[in-house]
C-alpha cells in the first residue's frame, strides 16, 4: 500500500481502504486491476454491480448479441501469453464466448479475489480533508481509497423509452441490456421489437426465426453491412498467432482502432464504375471494411451520399415487398454518421411470412395496453415486447454513480450542460479520479479495446508519476480542460458526425444536452496523451 495512505486508515474506520478503487468489471476494470497490482504493485480493488465480470458481455445476453468487431481484434493485446492462450472459433465472436474470453482473461490473472461482485455504486465522494475517495455500495458497502477510477462503460445504462401504459402490459417485457440469464422463449409467441440499432438489427433475424410471429416497431431506418460471420479456418488462425504484433500496430495507428488501414483515396478519385466495383467487393467481402474503402466518407458530405445511396439500393434488392423496403431504405442520416451496423440475414428476415413492419413515423406509438402496443393507426397484439432502445451512452453510467468532487461538487451539475473534461480522462474539481474512455476521448469510436488499453496504460503511468512525485493529488486545470473541450468540438465539427441525431449526441435521451461526446481519430489523440506525458504532465497540477 502506498506510504501516503495507510497512515489514513485510522480517520476510516468503518471504510475498506484501498489505494485505488476501480468502478466496473468488464474489459476497463479488469486490466486496470492488472495494471495496478500487478504493475505499479499498489492496492486495487474493483467494485461491479454484476455477479461476474465481463461488463457489456455480462449483461447483453439477448438473441443474436454478438460483435461488430472483429474477434481477432476483440481481445486484449497487452499480454502475448492471452492472445497464445485463446483461439476464437469465429470471425465475429458471440456473447457467450466473449464472455468466457473475459473469464479466461481474469482467471488468468487471477482478477477475481479482488472483485467484489454485486456491489453496485451510488456515491463516490471526495473528502479533501483526507484526501479520499469515499465509495458507498446499494449492498451496504463502504470503501475508500486515494484514487478513483471509472471502468463503468459507455454503453451499460440501459435506456429504457418512457412509453405510457407499460405497467399495464399483461405480456413480458425485456431491455436487450439487462436480458435475463436463463433466457426468454419465444416459441408460439408474438412478439414486438422496438428500435432498429445495432442491437435490434442482431436480434430480429434470431427473433424472427423462434417466434411466431414479428412486429419490428421502426422510428429510425438504419443502413446495414452483411457481416458474412464464418468459421475461422487453421490458416487465419495461424496468422493471427504468427503476426499479432504487426495487427496491434495496425489497431494502434489507424482512426478507429480496427485492425485494417483506411485506403487513401477519395470517392471522386475512381470513376463510377471502378467505385461500384470496390462497394460490391467490400459488401461481400462483409463487416466494417466498407467504410475504409474510401478516406472522405466521414468528412465530405458528397462522398457519403454516394456510400449512403449503395446501401440503400441494396436494401430494395434484398426486400422483396417495395412498401417494407421503401420505409426500411427512407433513412434520414448520412452512412457512418451513426454507429454503423453490421448484420446476418437483417434485411432477408423481412421476406419472411410471419413479420411484419410498423413504420413509426407515420404511426406513432401511443401507448402500450395490456395486450399490445397501440400505435395512432392501430393496435398490435403482442406477448412479448423487447426493447432495444440502446444507452444512456456515456455520461449515463457516470451520473448514476452520485459523483461529488471538492466542495460537493457534483458532476451532474459540472456537466449539466454537457460533458466537458481533459483527455477524456479527467475533470477540474474532481482530484485523483480518472474515467476511463470517458467523453471527449476516442472510446466508442473505435474498436474500444485499443482506447481502453490506451487509457488503463496511460493512467497507470500517471499514476506512477504521482506516487513517484511524492504527490498527494493530480487534477486538470481549468485552462486545459477549456482548450481541449474547444479542440473536441473542433475536430469533429470537421466531420459528418455531428449532423444527425445519434447517442453520440445524447439525442435519444429526451432531456440531454446536444453535445458530441467522443473524439473522433485514434492516433492523432494518443500522440497528444504521449505529448503531455512528456511534457511533464502539461495541463494537470500535482500538489504536495
Ligand atoms: C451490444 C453491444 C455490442 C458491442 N459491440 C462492440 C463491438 O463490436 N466493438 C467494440 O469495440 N465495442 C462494442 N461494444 C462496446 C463495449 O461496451 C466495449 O467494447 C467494451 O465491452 C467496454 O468495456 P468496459 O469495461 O469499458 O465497459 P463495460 O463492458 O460496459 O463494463 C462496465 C462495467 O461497469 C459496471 N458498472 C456500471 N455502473 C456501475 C455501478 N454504478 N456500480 C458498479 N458497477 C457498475 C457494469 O456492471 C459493467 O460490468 C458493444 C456494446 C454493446 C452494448
Known amino acids: 500500500m502506498l506510504d501516503a495512505v495507510s ?28 495494471s495496478l497490482r500487478d504493475r505499479l504493485g499498489i492496492s486495487a480493488h474493483v467494485l461491479e454491480a454484476g455477479d461476474g465480470v465481463g461488463g457489456t458481455w455480462y449483461w447483453n445476453r439477448y438473441p443474436g448479441a454478438r460483435c461488430d468487431s472483429e474477434s481477432h481484434s476483440y481481445c486484449y493485446h497487452f499480454s502475448d501469453e492471452l492472445v497464445q492462450g485463446w483461439e476464437w472459433s469465429e470471425r465475429y465472436p458471440s456473447q457467450p464466448e466473449i464472455l468466457r474470453y473475459l473469464n479466461y482473461a481474469a482467471d488468468k490473472l487471477d ?18 480533508g483526507e484526501n479520499l475517495w469515499h465509495v458507498r455500495t446499494e449492498q451496504g458497502g463502504h470503501y475508500a481509497a486515494r484514487f478513483l477510477i471509472t471502468a463503468v462503460g459507455c454503453l451499460s445504462s440501459a435506456n429504457l423509452p418512457k412509453i405510457d401504459g407499460i405497467s399495464d402490459f399483461q405480456g413480458k417485457w425485456y431491455h436487450t441490456g439487462e436480458w435475463p440469464h436463463e433466457g426468454v422463449d419465444f416459441s408460439g409467441k408474438r412478439v414486438g421489437v422496438i428500435g432498429t440499432g445495432s442491437t435490434g438489427i442482431q ?12 412486429t419490428v416497431f421502426q422510428r ?34 489507424t482512426v478507429n482502432g480496427h485492425p485494417w488501414r483506411i485506403a487513401d483515396r477519395s470517392v471522386f478519385d475512381v470513376s463510377d464504375e471502378e467505385r461500384d466495383k470496390i462497394f460490391e467487393m467490400a459488401w461481400e467481402k462483409g463487416g466494417l471494411r466498407l467504410r475504409a474503402e474510401f478516406r472522405d466518407v466521414l468528412t465530405n458530405e458528397e462522398a457519403n451520399e454516394v456510400v ?18 421503401a420505409i426500411l431504405a427512407d433513412i434520414d442520416h448520412g452512412f457512418a ?41 392501430g393496435e398490435y397484439p403482442l406477448d412479448i415486447i423487447v426493447f432495444a432502445t440502446g444507452f444512456d451512452a456515456m455520461t449515463g453510467p457516470l451520473f448514476n454513480l452520485n459523483i461529488a468532487g471538492r466542495n460537493g461538487l457534483a458532476l451532474r451539475d459540472v456537466w449539466r450542460e454537457g460533458p466537458r473534461s481533459y483527455l477524456g480522462l479527467q475533470v477540474v474539481g474532481f482530484p485523483n479520479l480518472f474515467t476511463i474512455t470517458g467523453p471527449g476521448s476516442p472510446s466508442v ?38 482548450a481541449w473541450v474547444t479542440h473536441v468540438n473542433a475536430v469533429a465539427d470537421m466531420t459528418l458526425f455531428p449532423s444527425c441525431n445519434s447517442w453520440y449526441l445524447g439525442a ?34 500535482l500538489t504536495r
Request: aromatic letters at 8%.
Open 7 to 34: 497512515p489514513l486508515a485510522a480517520t476510516s474506520t468503518e471504510a475498506k481502504l484501498y489505494d485505488a478503487l476501480i468502478i466496473g468489471a468488464g474489459f476497463a476494470g479488469m486490466y486496470q486491476l492488472h
Open 111 to 128: 482478477l477475481k479475489r479482488d472483485i467484489t461482485f454485486k456491489a453496485r455504486v451510488v456515491s463516490a465522494s471526495y473528502d479533501e
Open 203 to 214: 436480434a430480429i433475424p434470431v427473433v424472427a426465426a423462434a417466434a411466431k410471429h414479428l
Open 220 to 253: 429510425t431506418a438504419n443502413y446495414s453491412i452483411p457481416a458474412r460471420n464464418a468459421p475461422l479456418t487453421d490458416d487465419f488462425k495461424k496468422y493471427v498467432r504468427e503476426n499479432f504484433a504487426e495487427i496491434r500496430d495496425v489497431m494502434r495507428s
Open 308 to 325: 449512403s445511396a449503395f446501401l440503400k439500393k441494396k436494401i430494395g434488392q434484398i426486400v422483396k415487398d417495395p412498401a417494407k423496403a
Open 337 to 377: 454518421t451513426k454507429r454503423p451496423p453490421i448484420d446476418t440475414g437483417y434485411f432477408e428476415t423481412y421476406n419472411r411470412d410471419n413479420v411484419a413492419l410498423v413504420n413509426l413515423r407515420a404511426e406513432p406509438i401511443e401507448r402500450i395496453t395490456a395486450t399490445g402496443v397501440k400505435t395512432s393507426k
Open 445 to 482: 469510436l473505435t474498436n474500444m479495446i485499443v482506447s481502453i488499453e490506451h487509457h488503463v496504460e496511460w493512467i497507470t503511468r500517471c499514476m506512477q508519476h504521482v506516487v513517484a512525485s511524492n504527490a498527494q493529488t493530480i487534477e486538470t486545470t481549468q485552462q486545459a480542460q477549456d
Open 508 to 541: 435519444n435521451v429526451p432531456g440531454k444536452p446536444r453535445v458530441f461526446m467522443p473524439l473522433p481519430g485514434f492516433p492523432d489523440y494518443a500522440q497528444r496523451c504521449s505529448d503531455v506525458e512528456s511534457n511533464d504532465y502539461r495541463g494537470f497540477e
